[in-house]
């Protein structure tokens, strides 16, 4: 179980088109998904959390027009990469919550997505 | 600020040895402690989540809390070169794991 996907796990665009990531929890409802990037030896970073049916919450220094995030249902999160540059070549990561017993909570993450911008 | 502060290695250990990975965070308030595994290239994979204070066994792995300290730790015994990735700490204050703060990660290299 707990089970998260990610597509398309790579990417290779010019600069200046946009690319969209899914991210889908595939045996459980998740009301809450995160997206966090990686840099080349760092540790994650991270970007937004996602809640069905409401606006992402963006951290700071985290342009929200530029990474436009979708959470229409409690299975599937989107991000968009707005215009693309080659500094937002990364590794995106998004990661989705499961309730555990007692009211715990687990934190899973997908595959990831290597965004390449040319 | 809530911190949360890992050795980044490398940490090499021979091929059946013990490995010991340390972490330890700010919020003294903290309630939910875990490790990921995350091998070059990959994204994290969970390996342990321990909420109470003492040890938490799961095969080759044991999280050790020690609130009082505020430290986790992660020991593997027997390690195996396929144990050889970054290990990420996160800490969550809240008692969830909506709210995670990751350490940097600490890299294992296991020597075959």
């Known amino acids: 179980g707990a089970v998260v996907s990610q597509h398309p796990s790579r990417v290779i665009c010019k600069s200046g088109t946009s690319v969209k990531i899914e991210c889908r929890s595939l045996d459980f409802q998740a009301t809450t998904m995160f997206w966090y990037r990686q840099f080349p030896k760092q540790s994650l970073m991270l970007m937004a959390t996602s809640n069905e049916g409401s606006k992402a919450t963006y951290e700071q220094g985290v342009e929200k027009d530029k990474f436009l995030i979708n959470h229409a249902s409690l299975t599937l999160s989107t991000l968009t990469v707005t215009s693309a540059h080659p500094e937002d070549s990364s590794f995106y990561i998004c990661s989705a919550t499961q309730h555990g017993g007692r009211g715990k909570e687990t934190q899973y993450f997908g595959p990831g997505t290597r965004l390449l911008v040319l | 600020q809530k911190e949360v502060e890992q050795n980044s290695g490398p940490l090499s250990v021979p091929e059946g040895a013990i490995a010991s990975l340390n972490c330890t965070y700010s919020?003294?308030?903290?309630?939910?402690f875990f490790w990921y595994r995350q091998y070059s290239g990959k994204s994290p994979e969970l390996i342990m989540f321990i909420y109470s204070n003492g040890d938490k066994e799961d095969g080759r792995f044991t999280a050790q809390l020690n609130k009082a300290s505020q430290y986790v730790s992660l020991l593997i015994r027997d390690s195996q070169p396929s144990d050889s990735a970054t290990y990420l700490c996160?800490?969550?204050?809240?008692?969830?794991?909506?709210?995670?703060?990751f350490g940097t990660g600490t890299r294992l290299t296991v020597i075959p």
């Open positions: 919020d003294r308030g903290s309630q939910s």
């Open positions: 996160a800490v969550d204050p809240s008692g969830g794991a909506n709210n995670l703060f």
